[in-house]
């Protein structure tokens, strides 16, 4: 089968605007252009769309998209497994926001008494889930899973004061982050403030914190470009900027 714009368009549930702005960056090309000039999509196309869709579902950026579907080691197939397995964790997390939503349910109409604790839980959850499904992979196979899973339960535990906290200290990491890159100093006070503020924010969730895992993972915001996105989204150069202050918080540089 072989479709245009507008058919492979209503197939995949996406617009015609989407399907173009996606051979414009070159994470989709049609397979041929016909002498109409219009452009035609093939079975591998349509294979490769499913998988942008699976990704997008999972919250991965588009640049971090292309650079793991155009790498000459993707495997369609492996991948359609790993999707599967992060779709199971999305169905335990969506379980577990339901089950928070019927105990709110119950207890507004006087069923039954719930802690403020398991009023959250399904949210933190959630955030869990969301890291393993974007970064779980990487950050295992850097720190290994014991970390990680400690990292997960703290953070599952934390009380409601915890998570408000680690929430603001994110917002103050990036808002800092910003003024400093102005700066261009990364040893400069504003920067070096940021690099303490990041720190103050992995201890919400680390099991424990030394200079070596800090700065690995300053490091691992230039190297992985799904990390370089999320700070450079709204100031480009700002991911190598932080890896530098914390590499000179840290003692590194």
Not at 62 to 76: E, H, N, Q, R, W
Not at 181 to 187: I, L, M, N, S, V
């Amino acid at each position: 089968m072989e479709y245009t714009v507008q058919k492979l368009s209503r197939l995949a549930g996406v617009s015609t605007r989407t399907l173009r702005y996606y051979d414009e960056i070159g994470i989709l090309k049609p397979a041929r252009i016909n002498s109409s000039r219009y452009r035609i999509y093939g079975q591998a196309e349509v294979d490769r769309l499913q998988q942008i869709l699976f990704y997008r579902e999972l919250g991965v950026g588009l640049l971090s998209i292309k650079d793991i579907v155009t790498a000459p080691s993707f495997d369609g197939t492996k991948a359609l497994r790993e999707h599967r397995e992060k779709l199971l964790e999305k169905r335990e997390q969506l379980d577990a926001l339901i089950a928070n939503v019927d105990k709110t349910i119950a207890l507004t109409g006087g069923g039954i008494i719930m802690s403020d604790k398991e009023k959250f839980e399904g949210f933190k959850q959630k955030l869990v889930d969301d890291n393993e499904a974007k970064y779980g992979k990487e950050i295992r196979e850097k720190y290994g899973d014991e970390t990680v899973n400690k990292s997960n339960q703290k953070m599952k535990g934390m009380a409601q004061e915890q998570y408000d906290e680690m929430t603001k200290l994110a917002t103050e990491v990036n808002d800092t982050l910003y003024a400093a890159f102005k700066t261009g100093d990364p040893a400069g006070e504003l920067a070096q403030k940021t690099a303490d503020l990041h720190r103050q924010w992995l201890c919400h969730s680390w099991d424990s914190y030394s200079k070596e895992a800090h700065a690995g993972l300053a490091q691992m915001y230039v190297d992985d470009p799904r990390f370089t996105a999320y700070y450079d989204e709204k100031q480009p150069g700002a991911a190598e900027f932080l890896r530098d202050a914390i590499f000179i918080y840290t003692g590194k540089k």
